[in-house]
């Protein structure tokens, strides 16, 4: 009897932290989700200073610039035509941050499985999702400054921009956002893995517990 009360209370205080944990892991998903949709939609990820030539701003999908021939800034580039994007490094980067974001509202669409399987299962779905879109979110980050060649973005940001140099442009808060992102969803995969872990690791322990031939009370 004394073993069976140890074990109850040791499996609820498990169980508890364990929820708590991964209650936060729940939440902190859904906000790199939000990270990773806004860094996917705003269009401001590299841009004009005050030493720049030229006057705009651009994201993975979506430009604006500030022509000669108008006063206003115009902004080109839509999701739906891939024709309009910049050019195919931008076009590589839409993609791989576009299947990241995808890959996250999957993975929080996968909590309904919490209802049906083992959260060990679950968790560790979860964290195949979630490290490949971290992997997503990287590889779309470091192409992304491959096309700061394009003679758009040189007739924004000066002789000096080419692959990789910014020239008189500067870093614009929505690509900083996304870099931000990249360590958030590889903590998330590394929790969702360790979380996994511990839930097999108890079912384990609970298991050879209550198998165990029982002493005198």
Known sequence: MEVEKTTHIYQAKYVRNSRAIGVLWGIFTICFAII???????????GDSKD????????????C?????????????????FDTILNVYFKVSTVLVGVSALLILLSICLFLLFFFLQASTVYMICFWFQLLS?????????????????PTVIGVCGVDAG????????????????????????????LAAVLATRFVHFSQDVYATASAPRGNA
């Not at 996917?40 to 590299?46: A, C, L």
């Not at 720049?52 to 430009?63: A, M, T």
């Not at 610039?65 to 035509?81: F, H, K, N, P």
């Open 163 to 190: 692959k990789y140099r910014r020239g008189d442009c500067q870093i614009r808060w929505a690509y900083i956002l996304a870099i931000i992102g990249i360590f958030d969803a590889f903590v998330l995969a590394i």
């Open 36 to 46: 990773n949709l806004i860094a996917f939609i705003d269009p401001h990820w590299i």
């Open 134 to 150: 971290a992997i997503c979110m990287l590889i779309g980050c470091v192409v992304y400054p491959a096309g700061w060649n394009d």
């Open 65 to 81: 610039v500030l022509y000669q021939s108008s006063t206003d800034v115009a902004c080109i580039g839509e999701l739906g035509i």
């Open 52 to 63: 720049s030539p030229g006057i705009g701003y651009f994201g993975l999908y979506k430009r």
